[in-house]
């Protein structure tokens, strides 16, 4: 299981903050945990946010390079979505530019991008990383905690210059 090993992020002064979610509409009940956990994270750190929806997960870079983008007021954006395994190689691209285009984004536009797109084998392990009862990760608050660290990582880098 993953996990081991994960940071415990501290955040501070993340209030100030305007965080975009993009997720996608595959798999409702991973989604809604996925969703929740993000939610109940960022009202923890006072960020506000708006929330988008996506088809599916291959369509998250493109919207969440429209969110990264100059003049959208986003500080950071948080893309979540799951694609599990079939019996066809659709999982493999779909998670390849999934990943691949939420990675550019961020480099292309230097917003920070919340990765909680799983990629899981069975739907069970997608389950486990939900953030739901019985769950034993919480991929939504994790996305967002990485996101809104960056951020504030850029912010300090950019008072700098």
Request: overall charge negative; some cysteine.
């Amino acid at each position: 299981m993953s996990g081991a090993g994960a940071p415990a992020i501290s955040i501070e002064g993340g209030a100030d903050l305007k965080v975009a979610v993009v997720a996608a509409q595959w798999h409702t009940q991973v989604m809604d945990g996925l969703v929740a956990g993000a939610e109940k994270a960022l009202a923890e750190i006072g960020a506000e946010h708006d929330l988008f929806r996506a088809p599916g997960s291959f369509e998250l870079p493109v919207l969440a390079k429209a969110l990264a983008e100059a003049g959208s007021g986003y500080d950071a954006v948080v893309a979540l979505g799951v694609v599990i395994r079939g019996g066809t190689p659709h999982f493999e691209y779909v998670c390849a530019a999934a990943t691949d285009g939420l990675n550019r984004v961020a480099l292309d536009t230097g917003t920070p991008i919340g990765f909680g797109l799983l990629t899981c084998d069975t739907e069970q392990q997608a389950l486990d990383r939900a953030g739901l009862p019985g769950s034993r990760e919480d991929k939504g608050r994790e996305a967002v905690e990485a996101a809104v660290a960056t951020a504030l990582v850029l912010k300090k880098i950019e008072a700098k210059r």
